[in-house]
């Protein structure tokens, strides 16, 4: 059981800025995320992309952004724990305990959830018989690319992980792939690969197709997809994958006992805590009157449930504002010389 | 005011004004239509405001933004005539449009 003054829940900007307004003033703090790199929605879904609303930057890409929040957070030496997603929270006297699915457990007296809309999951086939095979034949991602050696492989999706496992995968294995129109949003060089691939009769293209249907006992044996026109195909296929990107689940969050607003938390605007003490909203997920989806409005949310959360932490002592530009306590913490 | 008509996967119909200028997701949530999840808030970074939009008027309708077709890839089902309603402004050109929802957008 790990112990700490507060958990975090969720390593994107919201979270990283908490947990460095949580060290500031002297308490200790983890980070838990569903993710298997920090960054959250800026590094999942626009690491590239310009943001031009982070005060006293006038351009930085999510990427850039991150990088420079980890770097703030340095000299902190903060523990995370990424790939594990928070499934249970529960009281025990004044702490929470926290079971991740990896079964790490937490206790603390505060929990911070800067979930952002919840984890990122693989978007999955809508074909519902396709659970059937899930793990065994079907797969969203790839652990050990060992088992496709030999083997047919239907990838479906037309973005640069489809494109390039699709690449990959035609050194050793029949490729099949499967696109719903005839463009694809992957880098050019590796689109062009895929047409050059294709000619050689090295990969099976076909698009303008979905899937329609799926045939197996035990494991796949072959798929049907149809075209626009109603078209039919049928392909003998051993694994099947599919690349259709992330989509956001609140997951376990559901089942905490927390007043929820559709997928968001409801909290106040001092603390931002929720109807449980002890467990605050910041960024994203939470919910007030007012509230902007802005990474400004999440700092100022970390900043503020940070000092709510010494008071648990810390029952015996008085909080003490301090500024970072005087203060020789913080800058002892931050490691840099004071004058 | 312009008449939009969304049409829930169940069948259930729902005829609403919303205002010109106002995007067709933006019609959705604010008439509190289920259906239309809306995560991003309309900056086109998810698929969970996909709509099928019914067939004659699909070709009426302005062309998609760029970018749209490679989230509409990455949306539940997707179908020829996927659109976002983020990406469809409301004006008197479109009055009585029906769009389809999908069985479920996650």
């Known amino acids: 059981m790990i112990k700490t003054d507060a958990l975090i829940i969720g390593a994107g900007p919201t979270g990283l800025f908490t947990a460095h307004q949580l060290k500031i003033i002297g308490l200790d703090c983890q980070i838990v995320d569903n993710l298997d790199k920090i960054g959250g929605q800026c590094i999942e879904l626009y690491p590239d992309k310009p943001i031009y609303d982070i005060p006293a930057i006038p351009e930085c890409t999510g990427e850039e952004l991150t990088k420079n929040l980890i770097k703030q957070i340095e000299p902190f030496k903060i523990k995370f724990h990424l790939n594990e997603r928070v499934d249970e929270v529960k009281k025990n006297n004044n702490n929470w305990e926290v079971k991740t699915n990896n079964g790490t457990k937490f206790t603390a007296p505060n929990v911070i959830i800067a979930g952002g809309v919840g984890s990122f999951e693989p978007r999955k086939f809508p074909l519902k018989e396709c659970e059937n095979f899930e793990n065994k034949s079907i797969f969203y991602s790839i652990k050990d690319k060992k088992i496709f050696e030999g083997k047919t492989v239907s990838i479906f999706g037309g973005g640069d992980s489809a494109l390039d496992w699709a690449v990959e995968l035609s050194k050793n294995s029949k490729v099949n792939l499967i696109h719903r129109r005839d463009e694809f949003r992957g880098a050019n060089a590796t689109v062009n690969k895929i047409y050059e691939l294709t000619k050689s009769g090295k990969i099976n293209l076909f698009t303008k197709y979905q899937l329609s249907g799926v045939t197996g006992s035990g494991n796949l044996e072959s798929i049907e997809i149809t075209n626009e026109n109603k078209e039919i195909k049928n392909l003998k296929t051993d694994y099947m994958l599919g690349f259709f990107g992330l989509i956001m689940q609140l997951g376990p969050i559901a089942n905490w006992g927390l007043n929820l607003d559709k997928k968001t938390i409801e909290v106040d605007t001092e603390k931002f805590e929720t109807n449980q003490k002890g467990i605050y909203a910041v960024g994203d997920i939470c919910n007030y009157p007012g509230k902007l989806k802005l990474i400004l409005s999440g700092f100022h949310e970390g900043a503020l449930a940070a000092r709510e959360c010494f008071k648990l932490a810390r029952p015996n002592e008085k909080y003490r504002f301090e500024f970072t530009t005087s203060s020789k306590t913080i800058k002892n913490r931050l490691g840099v010389k004071s004058d | ?106």
Do not use: F
């Open chain 2, 1 to 106: 005011m312009t008449k939009i008509i969304y049409i829930e996967n169940n069948g259930k119909e729902h005829t609403v004004d919303v205002e010109n200028g106002l995007t067709v997701m933006e019609g959705a949530v604010q008439n509190d239509i289920p259906g239309i999840d809306a995560d991003c808030g309309g900056s086109m970074a998810c698929a969970t405001c996909h709509v099928y939009v019914k067939d004659d008027w699909y070709e009426k309708l302005d062309e998609k933004s760029e970018g749209e077709d490679d989230m509409i890839d990455q949306a539940y089902d997707p179908k020829k005539n996927s659109r976002l309603s983020c990406q469809i402004t409301v004006s008197d050109k479109i009055d009585g449009l029906v769009v389809h929802l999908p069985e479920k957008q996650v």
